[in-house]
């Protein structure tokens, strides 16, 4: 009995402080993206709300939550309201099989740093997030705007033709770590982190998972010059911020993909393995933040030419490369 | 029951009860998140019985993939959106047949009885499944791939000649 109330508690604290890291990590990476991208503009970005800044995030959810929630007429109002909430929770949801670390043992009881520690990882990632295009496919629908329902359009088919990408460029690193577990996928890369010895699938991965998260340069979705905003332009208040908030949870969430698919999760040498981890998750955004403030918006012939003409074929190539090394080095 | 227990009962609900109103609503919308949610379900049911990789794939090819496209169609033709269910009198020829071939299939399961005995979970691990689909079953995926491809290149083919114009950049 009390293994199982130990084992409850222990599920219960996990949980807890993934929430409260991920979302702690969301609302500042809001402020830093916005003070990165000051500097990349010769500004100083939000520097008024307490030191350097630090409290604007509290003050915008602050701002957002007490702001009317308008639901325009003519709107299918169930689906409005549920289409940010899909965005968010998708994004959420992945954590669930994200390992943070190697598993320690507190009182001689190994406590993995998972909340679930599934053998079919990989798949739940990717699966969770062709479930995010529901959010913004619906909210685009739903809004009665052509402005929205185009956004829309654009989103839905912009993630079909990248997860296929992104799809093909995990299969080597599963390839060569013989597992879906992502646990097992890091310890995989213990001498070496797959983006050195998979550099093509990496550069894959990249390009389409930035499609994936519908930011410059594949922001066609929400084009601000040609689609107001796209399909949240009818949103307000704090729904509005959960598509934010959902935008800002993918990226932290990338940056974990990335860092357990490509960088070697935890293993590096020095610092201990939840540093090495943080680091690699939050060079990702940061790399995202830079590639904003660098590059302009893809056309959409382009984008599409970019995803079928030219990563899907080198993703099949890479995969049949990738297995003639593996049975030649057998 | 045990708490796998009652959270499979659950979730078969869910499934059914979502299967039901996809089958009936009359804005196609509300069709397909109706049939989302049913796929959902599928999957958490194939969890709760120790086979999380059937369920993954439900999430990834059915929920994820094809009803994203019929999403996409039915908000690229922009369809009259009906309100309501499908009235019960349409339905009654279809339920039919479905509640015969249940009646058919269920028969056939009890009446063989390896049809019982439920497959060990491990069965369901992801290599075990790579190891018997590409090593006993490689013939029979080559042959559904070539078919796919075939079916991808007619249908290529049809859309371009409809159109009459031999690609390329657009003018």
């Given amino acids: 009995m009390t293994d199982i109330l130990c084992g409850i508690l222990v599920m219960l604290a996990r949980m807890a402080v993934v929430l409260a890291v991920v979302f702690g990590l969301a609302a500042y990476m809001i402020l830093v993206e916005r003070k990165l991208l000051g500097r990349f503009q010769v500004r100083y970005g939000p520097n008024r709300v307490g030191l350097f800044g630090l409290l604007q995030p509290i003050a915008d959810g602050l701002k957002m939550l007490l702001k009317e929630d308008i639901v325009a007429d003519g709107v299918d109002r169930r689906i409005f309201l549920i289409a940010p909430a899909i965005v968010a929770g998708a994004a959420l949801f992945s954590f669930a099989v994200v390992p943070f670390g190697p598993t320690f043992a507190v009182?001689?009881?190994?406590?993995?740093?998972?909340?679930?520690?599934?053998?079919?990882?990989?798949?739940?990632?990717?699966?969770?997030?062709?479930?995010?295009?529901?959010?913004?496919?619906?909210?685009?629908?739903?809004?009665?705007?052509?402005?929205?329902?185009?956004?829309?359009?654009?989103?839905?088919?912009?993630?079909?033709?990248?997860?296929?990408?992104?799809?093909?460029s995990l299969v080597p690193v599963a390839m060569m770590a013989r597992s879906l577990n992502l646990t097992d996928i890091v310890s995989a890369q213990a001498t070496l982190p797959f983006a050195l010895s998979q550099p093509v699938a990496f550069a894959i991965f990249v390009v389409s998972a930035l499609a994936e998260t519908n930011r410059i340069p594949f922001d066609l979705p929400e084009a601000e010059n040609e689609l107001q905003a796209g399909f949240h332009t009818e949103y307000s208040g704090m729904r509005f911020a959960l598509f934010f908030v959902g935008e800002y949870v993918n990226m932290i969430l990338l940056g974990s993909v990335t860092a357990i698919f490509f960088l070697g999760g935890w293993n590096g040498p020095l610092l201990p393995p939840i540093v090495w981890f943080g680091l690699k998750v939050l060079a990702v955004p940061v790399f995202l933040i830079w590639t904003r403030a660098s590059l302009p918006r893809l056309r959409y012939d382009q984008l599409m030419a970019l995803g079928w003409k030219c990563l899907v074929p080198l993703g099949l190539a890479n995969i049949l490369v990738t297995g003639a090394l593996l049975a030649a080095g057998r | 029951m045990t708490a796998l227990g009652a959270l499979f009962y659950l979730l078969s609900a869910v499934m059914l009860a979502a299967?039901?109103?996809?089958?009936?609503?009359?804005?196609?919308?509300?069709?397909?998140?109706?049939?989302?949610?049913a796929f959902l379900a599928s999957a958490g049911v194939f969890t709760v019985l120790g086979a999380p990789l059937p369920g993954a794939l439900q999430v990834v090819v059915y929920a994820g993939a094809i009803m994203v496209l019929f999403l996409f169609i039915i908000m690229l033709l922009g369809l009259p959106v009906g309100q309501g269910s499908v009235p019960a009198t349409r339905l009654a020829a279809p339920g039919v047949l479905v509640g015969a071939s249940l009646v058919a299939l269920f028969t056939l399961l009890i009446?063989?009885?390896?049809?019982?005995?439920?497959?060990?979970?491990?069965?369901?691990?992801?290599?075990?499944?790579?190891?018997?689909?590409?090593?006993?079953?490689?013939?029979?995926?080559?042959?559904?791939?070539?078919?796919?491809?075939?079916?991808?290149a007619a249908?290529?083919?049809?859309g371009r000649a409809r159109r009459g114009h031999k690609g390329g950049e657009p003018a």
């Avoid at chain 1, 990989?122 to 956004?151: P, Q």
């Avoid at chain 2, 996809?22 to 989302?36: D, G, Q, W, Y």
């Avoid at chain 2, 190891?131 to 078919?147: K, M, N, T």
Wanted: glycine letters at 12%.
């Fill in chain 1, 107 to 168: 009182f001689d009881r190994p406590i993995a740093q998972v909340i679930a520690d599934t053998d079919v990882g990989l798949l739940v990632i990717f699966g969770l997030s062709s479930l995010a295009v529901y959010g913004v496919a619906l909210g685009g629908w739903t809004s009665d705007n052509k402005y929205s329902l185009l956004g829309g359009i654009r989103g839905a088919a912009q993630m079909i033709s990248y997860e296929l990408a992104l799809g093909l």
């Fill in chain 2, 19 to 37: 299967a039901g109103l996809a089958a009936t609503r009359r804005n196609p919308i509300h069709a397909v998140c109706c049939a989302v949610v």
């Fill in chain 2, 111 to 152: 009446r063989d009885p390896a049809g019982l005995t439920p497959l060990p979970a491990a069965t369901a691990a992801p290599g075990a499944v790579g190891a018997v689909l590409f090593g006993d079953y490689w013939l029979a995926v080559e042959a559904v791939s070539i078919l796919l491809f075939a079916a991808l």
């Fill in chain 2, 155 to 158: 249908v290529l083919l049809l």
